[in-house]
């Protein structure tokens, strides 16, 4: 059995084979039965790697796992003979009866979770999924699942019963000037460093959701409490009333301000339970796991939890903990996105130590008086981040918010025009838009500058207005030279004044960077900028200067979006096929520091908007 294993697991370089006692036999023989009719399929395969697997990875990983593959209150256990990590952990496993298996977790990687030969394992309740060949393989979804046991501790004992757990390794819990308490850093993290995994306390069920229709009327005062909120608190009555440490830390979130009169509740779910506070802790606190909800979301996650909740119209509301304690910004250094239940925050940008680690409640992309007003209805407070503060101070008269709503929909207000007019047009346009947030105004109390998140979209339409432009223009070789300078200018204003990065590009060389600063916003918009200015770089013919700032690209989408291994496979390679630069390819002198010095003072400049 032993050598068969070890011809199993050939193609997987240097995986090696693991003893494992399992309390669960049955399941683990099902296992190797599965395992071994389709074993040569397996070789000369790696698990899920990149984004080259994106999609495999979601449909064995995530979607099937989801269908009660659970494997609820049972644990394995394991000795550790060999390893293999890409982008994840693949274990290969035989137990005493001569049975074999894989052990397989996407998520031990970022914890670094130091796992060795010789080392005994526990494996929380595992999944049972399949490699991408099909085989069965036995999946840990959270790295709280794995625990390093001492080797002299029993084989076999059960699971404790399952409770959210998190990994929150960076960061702690403490009052926050912003309101209540807050999540801190409590180390350096770098941009794209992972924050927070989590799993939910509860799920909205899949059916119940629609097993209360359309909800009840004012159990909230003034509110409806729609059915996936109900189906929420009904699995928050099953969890709880079953736990009464989960219990109280339930109770302890914050729950806005409740009515000193009680009025009687009207729900169907009465228990022990203080069903008004607990409705209105979920007011504010659950995340609704919107999958795929623009097209911004298009990682693995949200498509996983999509095609796993087809029957809640694609919402799933949930309490997570941990992720209840992070305050609203609307320049936030944390982005979030889901794994089926799994909550994952990451660092979208460098953050010091007891920094206070913020998300965003709303869609960013919002304007000032949308997001006060969401703000307001959903979670009961005005939100006084820097960038409210300067959006408050801003002129709005009704004419410039006519200008800021057209620019923020510039092709369709330059439609018909000719070449030559349409430039015209969009150029005062945005020079309108402009005029709404004003560079005086958008610093923080110590002086750093804010990004402008409202002009990065016009001011990235208004480059393709101009290359559009340089493109057909009549006396095209004048035009074009002159009509790409413009668009090089306006795609770079998109990232530095739209996001808030510095652009360093030297002129006699071809190295490129992309500086963070204090208040920097990933966004989709920003990489789409970069790979323009990559695709003009390509057609002037500077090959080295267009990988330079594919990289640039690359490093932001990896901000952005968590992981940069799908980078390739989003559209964004236009016709320059070559592979981006590596990081690390800039020159650390004397000159390259002076350039970055004066790029960075150029930067503050506000975009100029030359006519032709
Ligand atoms: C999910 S809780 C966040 C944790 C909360 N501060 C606590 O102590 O439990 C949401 C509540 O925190 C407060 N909050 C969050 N972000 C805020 C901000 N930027 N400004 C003021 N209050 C905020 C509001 O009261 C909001 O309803």
Redesign the pocket.
Known sequence: MEQQIRDLCKGLGDVDVVRVGSNNATNFQHLIARLSTSAPALQGHHPPSGYESVDTLQHTYFEQLQQDQRLSGFVLHATVTGLEYKHGALIAVQDERGASGFIWSLLLRPFGIPISEGMHIEIKEPYYGKCPTGDLAVCVHHPADLILVDPHTAMTKPAPAATPTCSSHNNTIRP?P?????VFATARIDAGGLVLLEKALALAARNDAAAYGPGVEGILQGERTNGRKLALLQQLVDRLCRNGQLHQKFFH??A?QLPTSSDPVSTPLIGPFDTYRALSIIR??AHTIFPGNTSDHHDIANKATRSANPSTNDQTPGIWLHA??????CLPNCTWAWTGDLFIARANRDIAIDEEL?VA?VPTSYDYEKRRGVLRAS???????PLCEADQAATRTPEIQDAVAKAQRLPQHVKGADYQERVKKAEELVQSAGAAYPRSIYADACGAELPRVQLAEPLYHLAHVVLDRARNGHNWVATSVDMRVKARIYFTACVEVGLGYILVLDQQSPYCELILRKHSQPRPIGVLALMALAELAFTDGDKARCRALKACAKQLYGMWYGEDASFKKQHLYYSCKDEPAEKGTIPASKEWEELKAASMAKSNMPPKLDRD
């Open positions: 926050s912003l309101g209540g308490r807050g979130l914050h806005g504010h606190n209840s304690m992070f305050n609203h910004s913020t409640y979670n009961d407070f005005e939100c006084c981040c």
